[in-house]
């Protein structure tokens, strides 16, 4: 649904509740899918929220409530009465009610565990106790169970029972007696079989699955990679204790974007919003880098210094500064960019180092020399400056491309191999780098060319 269709929606929900006409305005909101009203309900004022949220059926309401955002969920939690509370949390699922948790100051979430049933509170908890980012922390224990030694009939009366409130029945798993995995069906294989199969001669014994500690970026590109819409997750022993759904990894994903985009930025990742992030708070991501960043940057002005004479005496050098610059940091980060995309599919690995020299060596040949045969005709042409200058900016040019391409192409596949994100080497740092590293190109060749002092 899009921002104007949302904004349509409200003005209509607004005057019916300011008109008192709930029967009117139930019928309106009963329309709508959760990710919807959950935009919806993000932008009406606090004291139309709860009675908003009282008019949907029940499983909408937890549904909707996943979906809204820290700050709205919280305010919602505030107005609504311990009996309403409780009913959303039972109709939570075990992950998203986690998330909750996680989320919320300590004073909500005493309240939101307070009304959750032992039961769903001691699978809170679990996942709870799992490392942030990983498989663990992003399962849900809500899933369904099979027995090999189960007929197709038994199995689809065992769904019919315990699926109701599970995330997903779309695949089953198949577990022995100590809960270790053995194999999955889907409910298309169930439904198709004849009714007294076993699901042992029915199941598929080649799962792939993930353990609770596995990174999840890894558990988002195995779901790729092998088309699935959920995995099982498994202790050490092998024993199933969750799944990881689609709509998790989707999540994920967002998130893991969102944060190598800041990274690459040089902004620390934040996980709020741009809109409902206070100006100090982004202050406070964004100047740590800038500061650094400037602080990197006067090697720049040092190297100005050294050469300063040079540029005094050849003055139209100064002019194609800022191009060699520019165009060395584009140059390296189109590199790192190719790359850090490439390490984050899992594609190279850091053995595929000298393939990717030698790839991007030959690249930056051929951006190179394209680059400085246009420059060559632009200065000759247009700028009517002498064929040395032209050579020494043509030459810079070339060579700064080859260095940027290098610098971008191996910086991010170092990074990773010690441990660090690939991202924070992106555009900011190995700009900074290819800046200094063009100027000392340019000079240099100046210098031995023009017989500058």
């Given amino acids: ?54 008019l949907l059926p029940k499983e909408l309401a937890a549904d909707t409530f996943a979906f809204l955002n820290s700050d709205v969920q919280e305010t919602l939690i505030t107005g609504l009465s311990d009996s309403e509370l ?16 996680e989320e919320m100051p300590a004073n909500v979430v005493s309240r939101v565990l307070s009304q959750a049933s032992p039961e769903k509170r001691r699978m809170i908890n679990e996942i709870l106790n799992y490392p942030e980012d990983s498989a663990g922390s992003i399962m849900t ?32 798993f198949v577990v022995d007696d100590k809960r270790s995995l053995l194999g999955m069906l889907t ?77 690459m930025a040089a902004i620390t990742p934040s996980d709020k919003p741009y809109i409902q992030t206070s100006v100090l708070e982004i202050w406070s991501k964004r100047i740590p880098w800038l500061l650094l ?10 190297i100005i210094a050294r050469f300063e004479n040079a540029l005094a005496s050849v003055v139209v050098l100064t002019m194609y500064i800022p191009m060699l610059m520019d165009t060395g940091g584009n140059s390296g980060s189109q590199a790192s960019v190719s790359i850090i995309r490439s390490l984050s599919l899992n594609e190279i690995e850091f053995s595929d180092l000298l393939r990717i020299v030698w790839k991007e060596f030959r690249v930056a040949i051929l951006c190179g020399l394209s680059l400085a045969i246009v420059g060559f005709a632009k200065m000759m042409l247009l700028d009517h400056v002498g064929v040395s200058v032209a050579i020494v900016v043509s030459l810079t040019m070339l060579l700064t491309v080859i260095a940027a391409k290098l ?22 740092f190995i700009t900074t780098m290819v800046d200094a590293l063009s100027l000392l ?9 023009l017989h500058l002092a």
Avoid: W
């Fill in 141 to 172: 224990t809500e899933y369904v169970s099979l027995r090999p030694n189960m007929t197709v009939e038994e199995a689809i009366a065992r769904i019919r029972r315990d699926g109701v409130d599970k995330e997903t029945i779309n695949t089953c």
């Fill in 187 to 263: 409910i298309r294989a169930i439904i198709l079989a004849k009714e007294q199969t076993l699901l042992g001669d029915l199941m598929n014994e080649n799962v792939v699955s993930v353990t609770t500690t596995e990174d999840q970026e890894t558990v988002a590109s195995m779901m790729a990679r092998y088309d699935l819409t959920s995995i099982p997750v498994v202790d050490g022993e092998g024993r199933l204790v969750g799944i990881v759904t689609i709509d998790d990894v989707v999540d994920v994903l967002v998130e893991e974007a969102t944060e190598d985009i800041e990274k």
């Fill in 293 to 302: 960043l400037m602080i990197s940057a006067t090697f720049t002005g040092l």
């Fill in 86 to 101: 409780r009913e959303v949390v039972d109709e939570l699922y075990v992950d998203d009610a986690a998330d909750l948790v």
């Fill in 441 to 449: 190109i340019y000079f240099s060749i100046a210098t031995a060319l």
């Fill in 407 to 428: 610098i971008g192409s191996t910086l991010p596949m170092v990074a990773k191999k010690i441990g660090l994100d690939p991202a924070v080497c992106a555009s900011p």
């Fill in 1 to 54: 649904m899009t921002n104007e269709t949302i904004q349509s929606l409200q003005d209509v929900i607004m005057p019916l509740l300011e008109q008192k006409k709930y029967a009117s305005l139930r019928d309106v909101i009963h329309t709508l899918n959760a990710p919807d009203l959950a935009s919806i309900l993000e932008q009406v004022p606090e004291n139309a929220l709860p009675i908003l949220f009282r």
